[in-house]
């Protein structure tokens, strides 16, 4: 078992920029892929970026490439989405998720481990 909590989430104005955390505890995230995913009100849960802990394998959706990166740290229990150029229509609830294994997948429904979400509100 692994338990994932957000952080870093707030207002910015449009063209700013944010970082949120994911931090694991019960298991480190080493073997696990993490991804990130938003839920923007009235809307379903989309992809955002994943990782693959084993190899570093990124993928992102096509609206945040360029503009986000997801990495993590090198004591296994943090990883990050730097969020750069942000939009109003990158407004949501952005999710932590991990998943055993090493494929990137970008499929909400394969990831085994949620946090609980932080808030990003980006003004225009």
């Known amino acids: 078992q692994v338990q994932l909590v957000e952080s870093g989430g707030g207002l910015v104005q449009a063209g700013g920029s944010l970082r949120l955390s994911c931090a694991a505890s019960g298991r480190p995230f080493s073997g696990l892929t993490v991804g990130w995913f938003r839920q923007a009100p009235g809307k379903e849960r989309e992809f955002v970026a994943v990782?693959?802990?084993?190899?570093?394998?990124?993928n992102y959706a096509d609206s945040v490439k360029g503009r986000f990166t997801i990495s993590r740290d090198n004591g296994k229990t943090t990883v990050y989405l730097q969020m750069n150029s942000l939009k109003p229509e990158d407004t949501a609830v952005y999710y932590c998720?991990?998943?055993?294994?090493?494929?990137?997948?970008?499929?909400?429904?394969?990831?085994?481990?949620w946090g609980q979400g932080t808030q990003v509100t980006v003004s225009s």
């Open positions: 990782l693959s802990w084993r190899d570093s394998r990124t």
């Open positions: 998720a991990a998943r055993s294994g090493s494929a990137v997948l970008g499929t909400a429904t394969s990831y085994d481990y």
